[in-house]
Structure formats: C-alpha cells, structure tokens
C-alpha cells in the first residue's frame, strides 16, 4: 500500500504525527499549515499498518469533502 495522501502532506508543508496524544495510548494525527485534519485512535487488534491506512483515507477525506476525523476529542 503506497499510503500516497500521506506521503503529500509530508512532502508539501504537512505533519504525521505517531503516539500518545493525551489519554489515548496510540494515535495518528494529520495536519497541515492551516488545519488539522484527522485525528484518530488506534483500535483494540488494529495493527500500525491499518491505522496508518485509516488516516490516509481521512487525509483524503478532509482535503476532497471536509470530513474532519476527530476520535480523540470526542
């Protein structure tokens, strides 16, 4: 899997970011110089790849319908 909306955002002025983000143990966040654009919590069984799958979907998401994931703050 190419992972190919992640790999815009970091190559134009974007951020990954993996790990902790408050009390939730693992996560992936994306943004942009703007906005963040997803924020998402690593599911029981879920490996690394897949969530990094999701957030590439929600990358696409927010930038082509602006849906915006946000499963921490919730």
Excluded: W
Excluded at 19 to 39: E, H, K, N, P
Excluded at 50 to 74: G, K, M, S, V
């Amino acid at each position: 899997m190419k992972l190919e909306n992640i790999e815009f955002l970091i190559n134009g002025n974007g951020e990954v970011t993996l790990g902790r983000c408050g009390y939730v143990r693992c996560a992936a966040t994306a943004s942009d110089d703007d906005q963040g654009l997803a924020m998402l919590a690593r599911r029981p069984g879920e490996s690394l790849l897949e969530l990094l799958q999701r957030l590439d979907a929600a990358i696409e998401d927010a930038y082509e319908h602006n849906i915006f994931a946000d499963e921490i703050n919730t």
